[in-house]
Protein backbone atom coordinates (compact mmCIF):
# COMPACT_ATOMS: atom_id res chain seq x y z
CA UNK A 1 0.00 0.00 0.00
CA UNK A 2 1.58 3.69 -0.84
CA UNK A 3 0.75 6.30 1.93
CA UNK A 4 0.66 10.05 0.42
CA UNK A 5 0.93 12.10 3.26
CA UNK A 6 0.29 16.18 3.12
CA UNK A 7 1.84 18.27 5.57
CA UNK A 8 5.62 17.01 7.05
CA UNK A 9 6.09 18.69 10.74
CA UNK A 10 5.87 16.77 13.76
CA UNK A 11 2.52 14.75 13.24
CA UNK A 12 3.00 13.99 9.84
CA UNK A 13 6.51 13.03 9.59
CA UNK A 14 6.22 10.97 13.15
CA UNK A 15 3.20 9.50 11.11
CA UNK A 16 4.78 8.70 8.04
CA UNK A 17 8.11 7.41 10.07
CA UNK A 18 5.97 4.67 12.05
CA UNK A 19 3.78 3.27 9.28
CA UNK A 20 6.31 2.92 6.99
CA UNK A 21 8.98 1.14 9.70
CA UNK A 22 6.06 -1.03 11.07
CA UNK A 23 5.19 -2.19 7.32
CA UNK A 24 1.67 -0.95 7.52
CA UNK A 25 2.67 1.00 3.84
CA UNK A 26 5.52 -0.08 1.87
CA UNK A 27 5.91 3.74 0.73
CA UNK A 28 5.36 6.65 1.46
CA UNK A 29 4.94 10.17 -0.43
CA UNK A 30 5.42 13.49 1.36
CA UNK A 31 3.75 16.36 -0.17
CA UNK A 32 4.55 20.00 1.92
CA UNK A 33 4.46 23.59 0.47
CA UNK A 34 7.46 24.68 2.29
CA UNK A 35 10.45 23.14 0.15
CA UNK A 36 12.73 23.34 3.26
CA UNK A 37 10.29 20.89 5.25
CA UNK A 38 9.31 18.70 2.42
CA UNK A 39 13.92 18.56 1.86
CA UNK A 40 14.13 18.58 5.66
CA UNK A 41 11.89 15.07 5.67
CA UNK A 42 13.15 13.58 2.53
CA UNK A 43 16.99 13.77 4.24
CA UNK A 44 15.82 13.05 7.51
CA UNK A 45 14.12 9.42 5.76
CA UNK A 46 10.70 10.28 7.09
CA UNK A 47 9.31 9.94 3.71
CA UNK A 48 10.39 8.00 0.08
CA UNK A 49 10.21 10.77 -2.07
CA UNK A 50 8.71 13.89 -2.22
CA UNK A 51 5.68 14.96 -5.17
CA UNK A 52 3.46 17.56 -5.85
CA UNK A 53 -0.07 17.02 -4.18
CA UNK A 54 -2.06 16.23 -7.27
CA UNK A 55 0.73 13.40 -8.35
CA UNK A 56 1.10 12.15 -4.84
CA UNK A 57 -2.81 11.70 -4.05
CA UNK A 58 -3.58 10.08 -7.47
CA UNK A 59 -0.54 7.74 -7.06
CA UNK A 60 -1.10 6.55 -3.45
CA UNK A 61 -3.94 4.69 -2.05
CA UNK A 62 -4.19 6.45 0.98
CA UNK A 63 -3.90 10.02 1.91
CA UNK A 64 -2.96 11.72 5.68
CA UNK A 65 -3.85 15.27 5.95
CA UNK A 66 -1.22 16.44 8.42
CA UNK A 67 -1.64 20.52 8.32
CA UNK A 68 -3.15 23.11 10.15
CA UNK A 69 -6.60 22.53 10.29
CA UNK A 70 -7.11 26.27 8.81
CA UNK A 71 -5.04 24.97 5.84
CA UNK A 72 -7.47 21.51 5.92
CA UNK A 73 -10.35 23.16 5.33
CA UNK A 74 -8.97 24.51 2.17
CA UNK A 75 -7.32 21.69 1.05
CA UNK A 76 -9.80 18.58 1.69
CA UNK A 77 -12.51 19.30 -1.24
CA UNK A 78 -9.82 19.62 -3.34
CA UNK A 79 -8.29 16.42 -2.61
CA UNK A 80 -11.22 14.97 -2.83
CA UNK A 81 -12.21 16.14 -5.97
CA UNK A 82 -8.36 14.10 -7.58
CA UNK A 83 -9.35 10.63 -5.65
CA UNK A 84 -10.50 7.76 -7.72
CA UNK A 85 -10.10 4.69 -5.04
CA UNK A 86 -8.43 6.73 -2.31
CA UNK A 87 -9.16 6.56 1.11
CA UNK A 88 -8.37 10.33 3.21
CA UNK A 89 -8.19 10.75 6.66
CA UNK A 90 -7.33 13.94 8.47
CA UNK A 91 -5.68 14.63 11.93
CA UNK A 92 -6.66 17.96 12.60
CA UNK A 93 -8.01 19.58 16.23
CA UNK A 94 -11.18 20.08 15.50
CA UNK A 95 -13.75 18.31 13.21
CA UNK A 96 -17.09 19.59 12.66
CA UNK A 97 -16.34 22.60 9.70
CA UNK A 98 -14.32 20.30 8.38
CA UNK A 99 -16.59 17.39 7.82
CA UNK A 100 -19.44 19.91 6.95
CA UNK A 101 -16.88 21.40 4.42
CA UNK A 102 -17.06 18.31 2.15
CA UNK A 103 -20.89 16.88 3.70
CA UNK A 104 -22.20 16.72 0.18
CA UNK A 105 -19.44 15.64 -1.38
CA UNK A 106 -20.26 12.16 -3.98
CA UNK A 107 -17.11 10.97 -2.38
CA UNK A 108 -17.45 11.98 1.65
CA UNK A 109 -17.70 7.97 2.21
CA UNK A 110 -13.75 7.45 1.41
CA UNK A 111 -12.87 10.11 3.93
CA UNK A 112 -12.77 9.54 7.83
CA UNK A 113 -12.26 12.37 10.00
CA UNK A 114 -10.42 11.26 13.04
CA UNK A 115 -7.94 13.03 15.55
CA UNK A 116 -4.88 11.43 16.95
CA UNK A 117 -4.49 12.58 20.71
CA UNK A 118 -1.15 13.10 20.91
CA UNK A 119 2.01 15.80 20.32
CA UNK A 120 4.35 17.90 21.74
CA UNK A 121 4.84 21.70 22.13
CA UNK A 122 7.47 21.53 18.68
CA UNK A 123 6.61 21.56 15.63
CA UNK A 124 8.65 20.78 11.88
CA UNK A 125 10.07 17.50 10.20
CA UNK A 126 12.65 17.67 12.53
CA UNK A 127 10.85 17.26 15.58
CA UNK A 128 9.23 14.06 13.77
CA UNK A 129 9.75 10.84 15.79
CA UNK A 130 8.98 7.26 15.92
CA UNK A 131 6.79 6.01 19.26
CA UNK A 132 5.10 9.33 19.17
CA UNK A 133 1.55 7.80 19.04
CA UNK A 134 2.38 4.98 21.44
CA UNK A 135 -0.81 4.06 23.97
CA UNK A 136 -2.20 7.34 23.01
CA UNK A 137 -6.12 7.65 22.21
CA UNK A 138 -7.43 8.41 18.98
CA UNK A 139 -10.95 9.67 17.93
CA UNK A 140 -12.21 8.57 14.82
CA UNK A 141 -15.91 10.88 13.85
CA UNK A 142 -19.30 10.21 12.60
CA UNK A 143 -18.15 6.31 11.87
CA UNK A 144 -21.53 5.75 10.24
CA UNK A 145 -21.00 8.52 7.36
CA UNK A 146 -17.95 6.84 6.12
CA UNK A 147 -17.38 3.63 4.28
CA UNK A 148 -17.20 0.54 6.41
CA UNK A 149 -13.92 -0.99 5.18
CA UNK A 150 -12.41 2.99 4.86
CA UNK A 151 -12.99 3.39 8.39
CA UNK A 152 -11.45 -0.43 9.00
CA UNK A 153 -8.51 0.71 7.12
CA UNK A 154 -8.07 4.02 9.41
CA UNK A 155 -8.77 1.87 12.79
CA UNK A 156 -5.90 -0.53 12.00
CA UNK A 157 -3.64 2.22 10.77
CA UNK A 158 -3.83 3.84 14.25
CA UNK A 159 -3.76 0.36 15.89
CA UNK A 160 -0.42 0.21 14.18
CA UNK A 161 0.66 3.48 15.83
CA UNK A 162 -0.26 1.79 18.68
CA UNK A 163 -3.49 3.43 19.83
CA UNK A 164 -6.77 2.91 20.53
CA UNK A 165 -9.62 4.18 18.89
CA UNK A 166 -13.01 5.66 19.99
CA UNK A 167 -15.95 6.61 18.24
CA UNK A 168 -17.54 9.68 18.84
CA UNK A 169 -19.97 12.20 17.19
CA UNK A 170 -17.97 15.25 15.71
CA UNK A 171 -19.72 17.90 17.45
CA UNK A 172 -18.86 15.87 20.93
CA UNK A 173 -15.43 16.02 20.12
CA UNK A 174 -14.99 19.23 19.70
CA UNK A 175 -16.58 20.45 22.63
CA UNK A 176 -14.36 17.64 24.87
CA UNK A 177 -11.64 18.79 23.17
CA UNK A 178 -12.05 22.38 24.22
CA UNK A 179 -11.89 21.55 28.21
CA UNK A 180 -8.78 18.96 27.86
CA UNK A 181 -6.42 20.30 25.06
CA UNK A 182 -7.66 23.66 23.77
CA UNK A 183 -8.17 24.92 27.38
CA UNK A 184 -4.56 23.69 28.63
CA UNK A 185 -2.83 26.04 25.69
CA UNK A 186 -5.12 29.08 26.28
CA UNK A 187 -3.99 28.53 30.08
CA UNK A 188 -0.18 27.95 28.96
CA UNK A 189 -0.02 31.12 26.99
CA UNK A 190 -1.62 33.09 29.67
CA UNK A 191 0.44 32.18 32.25
CA UNK A 192 3.68 32.40 30.21
CA UNK A 193 1.90 36.11 29.27
CA UNK A 194 1.09 37.40 32.79
CA UNK A 195 4.60 36.51 34.11
CA UNK A 196 6.81 38.13 30.73
CA UNK A 197 4.61 41.13 31.51
CA UNK A 198 5.72 41.20 34.78
CA UNK A 199 9.80 40.59 33.79
CA UNK A 200 9.92 43.51 32.18
CA UNK A 201 9.90 45.79 35.72
CA UNK A 202 11.58 42.76 37.76
CA UNK A 203 14.35 40.94 35.18
CA UNK A 204 15.19 38.42 37.67
CA UNK A 205 11.89 36.95 38.42
CA UNK A 206 12.63 33.79 36.33
CA UNK A 207 15.51 32.69 38.88
CA UNK A 208 12.23 31.42 41.37
CA UNK A 209 11.01 29.77 38.83
CA UNK A 210 10.66 25.84 39.19
CA UNK A 211 9.72 22.90 37.73
CA UNK A 212 6.26 23.27 38.56
CA UNK A 213 5.91 26.61 36.71
CA UNK A 214 8.12 24.76 33.43
CA UNK A 215 4.89 22.08 34.18
CA UNK A 216 2.30 24.56 33.64
CA UNK A 217 3.85 27.12 30.89
CA UNK A 218 5.47 24.12 28.84
CA UNK A 219 2.21 24.58 26.05
CA UNK A 220 2.83 28.31 25.49
CA UNK A 221 6.15 27.00 23.24
CA UNK A 222 3.58 26.23 20.61
CA UNK A 223 2.91 27.62 17.20
CA UNK A 224 0.77 29.85 16.43
CA UNK A 225 0.18 28.58 12.91
CA UNK A 226 -0.99 25.67 14.36
CA UNK A 227 -3.07 26.99 17.42
CA UNK A 228 -4.87 29.99 16.15
CA UNK A 229 -7.10 28.62 12.91
CA UNK A 230 -7.91 25.52 15.92
CA UNK A 231 -9.13 28.22 18.24
CA UNK A 232 -10.87 30.00 15.55
CA UNK A 233 -13.06 26.80 14.24
CA UNK A 234 -14.07 26.16 17.96
CA UNK A 235 -14.69 29.88 18.95
CA UNK A 236 -18.12 28.84 20.22
CA UNK A 237 -17.07 25.46 22.52
CA UNK A 238 -13.59 27.75 23.49
CA UNK A 239 -15.51 30.66 24.73
CA UNK A 240 -18.00 28.99 27.24
CA UNK A 241 -15.14 26.83 28.51
CA UNK A 242 -12.84 30.12 29.28
CA UNK A 243 -15.82 31.45 30.64
CA UNK A 244 -16.14 28.44 33.18
CA UNK A 245 -12.31 28.75 33.56
CA UNK A 246 -12.49 32.57 34.52
CA UNK A 247 -15.44 31.89 37.08
CA UNK A 248 -13.09 29.28 38.97
CA UNK A 249 -10.01 31.24 39.24
CA UNK A 250 -12.27 34.26 40.15
CA UNK A 251 -13.76 31.79 43.26
CA UNK A 252 -10.36 31.18 44.35
CA UNK A 253 -9.66 34.79 44.54
CA UNK A 254 -12.71 35.77 46.55
CA UNK A 255 -12.07 32.99 48.64
CA UNK A 256 -8.56 33.81 49.45
CA UNK A 257 -9.45 37.66 49.84
CA UNK A 258 -11.93 36.73 52.22
CA UNK A 259 -9.62 34.65 54.15
CA UNK A 260 -12.36 31.77 54.29
CA UNK A 261 -9.56 28.41 54.38
CA UNK A 262 -12.59 26.18 54.49
CA UNK A 263 -13.54 26.66 50.98
CA UNK A 264 -9.94 26.81 49.26
CA UNK A 265 -9.07 23.38 51.24
CA UNK A 266 -12.31 22.51 49.59
CA UNK A 267 -11.31 23.43 46.19
CA UNK A 268 -8.05 21.74 46.56
CA UNK A 269 -9.64 18.67 47.95
CA UNK A 270 -11.81 18.45 44.58
CA UNK A 271 -9.07 19.45 42.41
CA UNK A 272 -6.97 16.50 43.72
CA UNK A 273 -9.17 14.16 42.29
CA UNK A 274 -7.34 14.75 39.03
CA UNK A 275 -4.92 11.97 40.84
CA UNK A 276 -7.57 9.46 40.41
CA UNK A 277 -7.80 10.58 36.35
CA UNK A 278 -4.22 10.64 35.81
CA UNK A 279 -3.33 7.87 37.46
CA UNK A 280 -6.16 5.87 35.22
CA UNK A 281 -5.01 7.45 32.40
CA UNK A 282 -1.06 6.02 32.88
CA UNK A 283 -2.76 2.54 33.37
CA UNK A 284 -4.74 2.98 29.60
CA UNK A 285 -1.57 3.78 27.95
CA UNK A 286 -0.13 0.81 28.94
CA UNK A 287 -2.73 -1.63 28.32
CA UNK A 288 -3.00 0.14 24.55
CA UNK A 289 0.72 -0.70 24.12
CA UNK A 290 0.52 -4.09 25.79
CA UNK A 291 -2.63 -4.54 23.05
CA UNK A 292 -1.90 -3.36 19.95
CA UNK A 293 1.51 -4.57 19.97
CA UNK A 294 0.50 -7.65 20.36
CA UNK A 295 -2.01 -8.10 17.60
CA UNK B 1 27.60 19.27 62.89
CA UNK B 2 24.21 18.08 64.42
CA UNK B 3 21.34 18.63 62.41
CA UNK B 4 17.72 19.03 63.36
CA UNK B 5 14.99 18.65 60.69
CA UNK B 6 11.31 19.90 62.08
CA UNK B 7 9.01 18.29 59.50
CA UNK B 8 9.88 15.05 57.76
CA UNK B 9 7.83 15.12 54.79
CA UNK B 10 9.21 15.46 50.73
CA UNK B 11 11.27 18.50 51.47
CA UNK B 12 12.30 18.31 55.34
CA UNK B 13 13.37 14.42 54.43
CA UNK B 14 14.86 15.03 50.88
CA UNK B 15 16.79 17.83 52.48
CA UNK B 16 17.72 15.47 55.65
CA UNK B 17 18.81 12.62 53.10
CA UNK B 18 21.22 15.01 50.77
CA UNK B 19 23.00 16.49 54.15
CA UNK B 20 24.03 13.66 55.81
CA UNK B 21 24.87 11.77 52.79
CA UNK B 22 27.16 14.42 51.04
CA UNK B 23 29.02 15.04 54.89
CA UNK B 24 27.80 18.33 55.21
CA UNK B 25 26.42 17.06 59.04
CA UNK B 26 27.68 13.71 61.30
CA UNK B 27 23.82 13.35 62.39
CA UNK B 28 20.09 14.25 61.66
CA UNK B 29 17.54 14.40 64.18
CA UNK B 30 14.30 14.18 63.04
CA UNK B 31 11.02 16.09 64.76
CA UNK B 32 7.52 15.82 63.62
CA UNK B 33 3.88 15.60 65.39
CA UNK B 34 2.97 13.14 62.83
CA UNK B 35 4.16 10.35 64.84
CA UNK B 36 3.80 7.79 61.89
CA UNK B 37 5.12 10.11 59.44
CA UNK B 38 8.39 10.34 62.32
CA UNK B 39 8.40 6.87 62.06
CA UNK B 40 8.82 6.35 58.66
CA UNK B 41 11.30 8.91 58.07
CA UNK B 42 13.05 6.65 60.24
CA UNK B 43 13.12 3.38 58.90
CA UNK B 44 13.46 5.19 55.31
CA UNK B 45 16.58 5.74 56.90
CA UNK B 46 16.09 9.89 56.11
CA UNK B 47 16.76 10.72 59.67
CA UNK B 48 19.16 9.05 62.24
CA UNK B 49 16.64 9.39 65.51
CA UNK B 50 13.10 10.82 66.26
CA UNK B 51 13.15 13.65 69.14
CA UNK B 52 10.58 15.77 70.76
CA UNK B 53 10.99 19.55 69.35
CA UNK B 54 12.59 20.77 72.55
CA UNK B 55 15.30 18.20 72.67
CA UNK B 56 16.13 18.01 68.73
CA UNK B 57 16.64 21.68 68.92
CA UNK B 58 19.09 21.84 71.95
CA UNK B 59 20.83 18.72 70.70
CA UNK B 60 21.78 20.12 67.83
CA UNK B 61 23.33 23.18 66.05
CA UNK B 62 21.39 23.81 63.16
CA UNK B 63 17.70 23.80 62.90
CA UNK B 64 16.05 23.49 59.75
CA UNK B 65 12.01 24.24 59.37
CA UNK B 66 10.44 22.30 56.78
CA UNK B 67 6.28 22.42 57.62
CA UNK B 68 3.42 23.79 56.13
CA UNK B 69 3.92 27.94 56.38
CA UNK B 70 1.01 28.20 58.96
CA UNK B 71 2.81 26.01 61.08
CA UNK B 72 5.71 27.52 60.55
CA UNK B 73 4.85 30.82 62.10
CA UNK B 74 3.31 29.11 65.07
CA UNK B 75 6.71 27.25 65.42
CA UNK B 76 9.32 29.68 65.22
CA UNK B 77 9.23 32.16 68.03
CA UNK B 78 9.18 28.87 70.51
CA UNK B 79 11.91 27.97 68.73
CA UNK B 80 14.10 31.00 68.66
CA UNK B 81 12.87 30.89 72.67
CA UNK B 82 15.08 27.79 73.11
CA UNK B 83 18.33 28.21 71.09
CA UNK B 84 21.57 28.72 72.09
CA UNK B 85 24.30 29.04 69.95
CA UNK B 86 22.42 27.12 66.82
CA UNK B 87 21.43 28.37 64.29
CA UNK B 88 17.73 28.38 62.38
CA UNK B 89 16.57 28.41 58.92
CA UNK B 90 13.08 27.85 57.33
CA UNK B 91 12.32 26.60 53.71
CA UNK B 92 8.69 27.98 53.26
CA UNK B 93 7.27 29.40 49.94
CA UNK B 94 6.09 32.97 51.86
CA UNK B 95 8.49 35.01 53.75
CA UNK B 96 7.48 38.14 54.87
CA UNK B 97 4.64 37.42 57.75
CA UNK B 98 7.64 34.71 59.33
CA UNK B 99 9.84 37.02 59.36
CA UNK B 100 7.36 39.82 60.72
CA UNK B 101 6.70 36.99 63.39
CA UNK B 102 10.04 37.39 64.85
CA UNK B 103 11.76 40.85 63.77
CA UNK B 104 12.42 41.64 67.82
CA UNK B 105 13.12 38.60 68.59
CA UNK B 106 17.06 38.92 70.29
CA UNK B 107 18.23 35.97 68.73
CA UNK B 108 17.09 37.21 65.52
CA UNK B 109 20.26 37.62 63.78
CA UNK B 110 20.43 33.70 64.56
CA UNK B 111 17.83 32.87 61.95
CA UNK B 112 18.19 32.90 58.23
CA UNK B 113 14.87 33.18 56.23
CA UNK B 114 15.12 30.94 52.84
CA UNK B 115 12.93 29.06 50.40
CA UNK B 116 14.48 26.81 48.14
CA UNK B 117 12.66 26.66 44.92
CA UNK B 118 12.20 22.88 44.76
CA UNK B 119 9.47 20.43 44.96
CA UNK B 120 7.38 17.93 43.25
CA UNK B 121 3.32 17.77 43.47
CA UNK B 122 3.67 14.91 45.49
CA UNK B 123 4.14 15.00 49.62
CA UNK B 124 4.96 12.92 53.01
CA UNK B 125 8.31 11.17 53.72
CA UNK B 126 7.71 8.66 51.03
CA UNK B 127 8.28 11.27 48.46
CA UNK B 128 11.47 12.43 49.61
CA UNK B 129 14.69 11.68 47.63
CA UNK B 130 18.08 12.53 46.76
CA UNK B 131 18.85 15.21 44.39
CA UNK B 132 15.67 17.29 44.61
CA UNK B 133 17.49 20.26 44.73
CA UNK B 134 19.90 19.35 42.51
CA UNK B 135 20.49 22.39 40.02
CA UNK B 136 17.51 24.34 41.35
CA UNK B 137 17.84 27.88 43.08
CA UNK B 138 17.66 28.64 46.64
CA UNK B 139 16.64 31.99 48.09
CA UNK B 140 18.20 33.94 50.80
CA UNK B 141 16.03 36.43 52.39
CA UNK B 142 17.36 40.07 54.15
CA UNK B 143 20.44 38.67 54.61
CA UNK B 144 21.55 41.91 56.27
CA UNK B 145 19.32 40.80 59.59
CA UNK B 146 21.29 38.05 60.21
CA UNK B 147 24.34 36.84 61.36
CA UNK B 148 27.38 36.97 58.62
CA UNK B 149 28.17 33.45 60.02
CA UNK B 150 24.89 32.17 60.34
CA UNK B 151 24.23 33.41 56.08
CA UNK B 152 27.63 31.59 55.56
CA UNK B 153 26.43 28.25 56.87
CA UNK B 154 23.23 28.72 55.22
CA UNK B 155 24.84 29.63 52.19
CA UNK B 156 27.13 26.60 52.37
CA UNK B 157 24.13 24.30 53.13
CA UNK B 158 22.93 25.37 49.86
CA UNK B 159 25.69 24.62 47.89
CA UNK B 160 26.04 21.07 49.25
CA UNK B 161 22.49 20.56 47.96
CA UNK B 162 23.97 21.80 44.77
CA UNK B 163 21.71 24.91 44.00
CA UNK B 164 23.40 28.64 43.33
CA UNK B 165 22.09 31.02 46.10
CA UNK B 166 20.03 34.40 45.40
CA UNK B 167 19.64 37.11 48.11
CA UNK B 168 16.25 39.23 47.82
CA UNK B 169 14.08 41.21 50.20
CA UNK B 170 10.95 39.22 51.89
CA UNK B 171 9.04 41.61 50.08
CA UNK B 172 10.09 41.26 46.88
CA UNK B 173 10.24 37.06 47.32
CA UNK B 174 6.88 37.32 47.98
CA UNK B 175 5.52 39.22 45.10
CA UNK B 176 7.46 37.05 42.68
CA UNK B 177 6.63 33.80 43.73
CA UNK B 178 2.80 34.71 43.37
CA UNK B 179 3.92 35.02 39.25
CA UNK B 180 6.21 32.28 38.97
CA UNK B 181 4.58 29.68 41.53
CA UNK B 182 2.15 30.40 43.11
CA UNK B 183 -0.15 31.71 40.16
CA UNK B 184 0.93 27.79 38.29
CA UNK B 185 -0.82 26.18 41.66
CA UNK B 186 -3.86 28.31 41.29
CA UNK B 187 -4.25 28.12 37.36
CA UNK B 188 -3.55 24.00 37.63
CA UNK B 189 -6.30 23.67 40.40
CA UNK B 190 -8.71 25.46 38.47
CA UNK B 191 -8.39 23.33 35.14
CA UNK B 192 -8.51 20.33 37.66
CA UNK B 193 -11.93 21.49 38.89
CA UNK B 194 -13.02 23.04 35.57
CA UNK B 195 -12.55 19.86 33.42
CA UNK B 196 -13.45 17.49 36.55
CA UNK B 197 -17.03 19.07 36.55
CA UNK B 198 -17.71 18.78 32.90
CA UNK B 199 -16.69 14.51 33.44
CA UNK B 200 -20.04 14.60 35.50
CA UNK B 201 -22.21 14.88 32.47
CA UNK B 202 -19.83 14.10 29.91
CA UNK B 203 -17.85 10.71 31.33
CA UNK B 204 -15.20 9.70 29.20
CA UNK B 205 -14.11 13.26 28.47
CA UNK B 206 -10.65 12.34 29.48
CA UNK B 207 -10.33 9.86 26.92
CA UNK B 208 -9.13 12.72 24.64
CA UNK B 209 -6.92 14.25 27.01
CA UNK B 210 -3.00 14.01 26.13
CA UNK B 211 0.12 14.73 27.70
CA UNK B 212 -0.49 18.44 27.04
CA UNK B 213 -3.51 18.22 29.49
CA UNK B 214 -1.30 16.27 31.84
CA UNK B 215 1.20 18.95 32.05
CA UNK B 216 -0.80 21.92 33.07
CA UNK B 217 -2.66 19.89 35.52
CA UNK B 218 0.30 18.20 36.95
CA UNK B 219 0.50 20.62 39.90
CA UNK B 220 -3.42 19.90 40.74
CA UNK B 221 -1.94 16.75 42.59
CA UNK B 222 -0.51 19.15 45.35
CA UNK B 223 -1.79 18.97 49.18
CA UNK B 224 -4.55 21.49 50.31
CA UNK B 225 -1.98 21.30 53.89
CA UNK B 226 0.76 22.89 52.49
CA UNK B 227 -1.16 25.49 49.85
CA UNK B 228 -3.96 26.97 51.35
CA UNK B 229 -1.83 28.19 53.76
CA UNK B 230 0.54 30.06 51.47
CA UNK B 231 -2.11 31.43 49.59
CA UNK B 232 -4.12 32.95 52.73
CA UNK B 233 -0.29 34.33 53.76
CA UNK B 234 0.41 36.14 50.15
CA UNK B 235 -3.36 37.11 49.40
CA UNK B 236 -2.46 40.23 48.80
CA UNK B 237 0.15 39.72 46.09
CA UNK B 238 -1.78 36.49 45.00
CA UNK B 239 -5.31 38.52 44.76
CA UNK B 240 -3.02 41.04 42.14
CA UNK B 241 -1.50 38.02 40.60
CA UNK B 242 -4.79 36.23 39.50
CA UNK B 243 -6.62 39.58 38.60
CA UNK B 244 -3.83 40.07 35.78
CA UNK B 245 -3.90 36.25 34.72
CA UNK B 246 -7.67 36.33 34.49
CA UNK B 247 -7.81 40.01 32.18
CA UNK B 248 -4.98 38.19 29.90
CA UNK B 249 -7.67 35.36 29.69
CA UNK B 250 -10.39 37.63 29.16
CA UNK B 251 -8.38 39.22 26.07
CA UNK B 252 -8.03 35.99 24.22
CA UNK B 253 -11.56 35.08 24.69
CA UNK B 254 -12.75 38.56 23.30
CA UNK B 255 -10.09 38.35 20.93
CA UNK B 256 -11.33 34.73 19.76
CA UNK B 257 -15.03 35.43 19.90
CA UNK B 258 -14.08 38.86 17.64
CA UNK B 259 -12.60 36.43 15.15
CA UNK B 260 -9.38 38.95 15.28
CA UNK B 261 -6.91 36.41 14.27
CA UNK B 262 -4.35 38.47 14.12
CA UNK B 263 -4.55 39.82 17.71
CA UNK B 264 -4.70 36.43 18.68
CA UNK B 265 -1.24 35.53 16.66
CA UNK B 266 0.20 38.26 18.19
CA UNK B 267 -0.37 37.22 21.79
CA UNK B 268 0.87 33.76 20.76
CA UNK B 269 4.15 35.06 19.21
CA UNK B 270 4.23 36.86 22.58
CA UNK B 271 3.84 33.84 24.82
CA UNK B 272 6.38 32.27 22.81
CA UNK B 273 9.16 34.11 24.43
CA UNK B 274 8.74 31.78 27.00
CA UNK B 275 11.50 29.44 25.01
CA UNK B 276 13.95 31.90 25.95
CA UNK B 277 13.56 31.30 29.66
CA UNK B 278 12.42 27.86 30.14
CA UNK B 279 15.97 27.18 27.72
CA UNK B 280 17.82 29.35 30.28
CA UNK B 281 17.00 27.56 32.97
CA UNK B 282 18.07 24.51 31.78
CA UNK B 283 21.40 25.98 31.18
CA UNK B 284 21.77 28.08 34.71
CA UNK B 285 20.58 24.26 36.42
CA UNK B 286 23.57 22.70 34.70
CA UNK B 287 25.79 25.58 34.99
CA UNK B 288 24.83 24.85 38.83
CA UNK B 289 25.46 21.76 39.16
CA UNK B 290 28.54 22.06 37.33
CA UNK B 291 30.03 24.83 39.89
CA UNK B 292 28.51 23.31 43.19
CA UNK B 293 29.77 19.51 42.53
CA UNK B 294 33.19 21.02 42.00
CA UNK B 295 33.29 23.01 45.20
Redesign the interface.
Known amino acids: MILSVIGLGLIGGSIALDLKKRDFVSKVIGVDNNTLNAHAAKKLGLVDEIQDLKSAVQSSDMVVLAIPVDACLRALPNIMNLIDHQIVTDLGSTKEQLIESVANHPKRNQFVPAHP ?5 FSGPQAAHSGLFDG ?2 A ?1 ICNPEDSDKKAVKLITEMFHCLRMRC ?1 FMDAE ?2 D ?3 A ?3 H ?17 KS ?1 K ?21 EM ?3 I ?2 QN ?1 KN ?2 K ?6 N ?3 Q ?2 DL ?2 E ?1 D ?1 NG ?2 D ?9 R ?2 D ?2 EKNEKETILQTVNK
Not at 117 to 121: D, K, L, R, V
Not at 183 to 199: G, M, R
Not at 241 to 246: D, E, G, N, R, T
Open positions: MAGTEKCIVVHRQTYVSLSHISAFALSLTVLHKEEHIFELASGGFDSTVRLAKSSAWTPFQKIGVLQKYITLQFKIEDLVNLIFEANDIRVLQK
